[in-house]
């Protein structure tokens, strides 16, 4: 049994989409492909392929052990580089979390960018508001909002996050702009799913003095890109970081208030599993985005 030959072989087969293409790639027989590919899936006892006249395509639990196969091989790859005193060009998987708010407007277009001055680099992005496994799932790294309380995983401060109470110029006009937070008591709140009370809003005056304020709960969710588009609607008023609502309040759909008060002072954390250096490929990612939020962050509302 030669478990790098099958993982060799299965890589193939995902990216090819077909034995004969993964063969020509190998430079193998088309049998022994297939071969190497059944013997895996016997020894792990999962179907990791669906065969079809029109081709290969992986399963659910396939598409999970390529990302694992992928990394296997870069990595392998990477130690190659590194032992043989090469420069060689960095390649392969880089497997990356965070809110889908910060992806879709920053993170993807840096991981573009970073692709294609790197063309043998993968990405593989998961977009959600849920932390996941950074262990489990093999992921190089994530980045996450707030307090970290996790000894298997290490972390650094990307940047700060600076929230803003916004809602449409027309729900101002409605309901009157506040001037102090307790005039928000009561108001309806587009609020993201946290704690025991989400509609329940905690303030610092200018001089210092914290205190809490209650909203009427009108929407509630774990997605900060719903209260946004909400608050547009003149639904209600929402608590979001200022790179969620930004182009909403450069356009003019969303109009902040209270600038002078503070609300959550959280830090944008680049997460990591402790036991695991990055890679070379991760680190040189992770260096682009040190680099791109190293000043003041492109979607920081000035007062």
């Not at 990791?48 to 392998?76: F, I, P, Q, W």
């Not at 497997?95 to 692709?115: D, E, K, M, S």
């Not at 005039?183 to 001089?207: E, K, M």
Request: aromatic share 8%; proline share 7%.
């Amino acid at each position: 049994m030669n478990r790098f030959a099958e993982i060799e072989a299965f890589v193939a087969v995902v990216e090819t989409g077909s034995f004969s293409a993964a063969a020509e790639r190998q430079g193998v027989a088309i049998s022994a492909v297939s071969r190497r590919v059944d013997e895996m899936e016997a020894r792990l006892g999962v179907r990791l392929t669906l065969r079809s006249t029109r081709g290969v395509k992986a399963t659910e639990r396939g598409r999970e052990y390529y990302a694992h196969c992928l990394r296997l091989l870069s990595d392998l790859n990477e130690a190659d580089s590194a032992i043989s005193g090469q420069d060689r060009p960095i390649k392969g998987l880089i497997r990356v979390a965070c809110p889908p708010a910060f992806g879709l407007r920053y993170l993807a277009p840096l991981a573009n960018q970073f692709a294609a001055s790197n063309p043998e680099i993968h990405f593989d992005m998961e977009l959600s508001d849920r932390p996941v496994d950074l262990i489990e799932g093999g992921f190089d790294f994530a980045i996450r909002l707030g307090h970290l309380d996790d000894p298997a995983l290490t972390s650094e401060p990307l940047f700060s996050v600076h929230y803003v109470v916004a809602a449409s110029p027309a729900f101002w006009d409605q309901y009157g702009r506040p001037g102090t937070p307790e005039d928000l008591t009561g108001f309806p709140a587009l609020a993201y799913r946290v704690g025991p009370d989400p509609a329940r809003w905690r303030f610092s005056r200018p001089n210092g003095q914290k205190l809490d304020v209650q909203l009427s709960p009108r929407i509630v969710t774990n997605n900060g890109t719903v209260l946004v588009d909400a608050a547009k609607a003149g639904l209600g008023v929402c608590l979001e970081p200022s790179f969620v609502c930004n182009d909403a309040i450069l356009e003019g759909t969303l109009e902040t208030v209270l600038n002078d008060h503070r609300t959550y002072g959280r830090d944008a954390k680049l997460v990591r599993p402790a036991a695991r250096p990055l890679s070379r490929r991760a680190e040189e990612f992770v260096d682009t985005l040190r680099g791109a939020f190293a000043t003041t962050a492109p979607w920081e509302i000035k007062d």
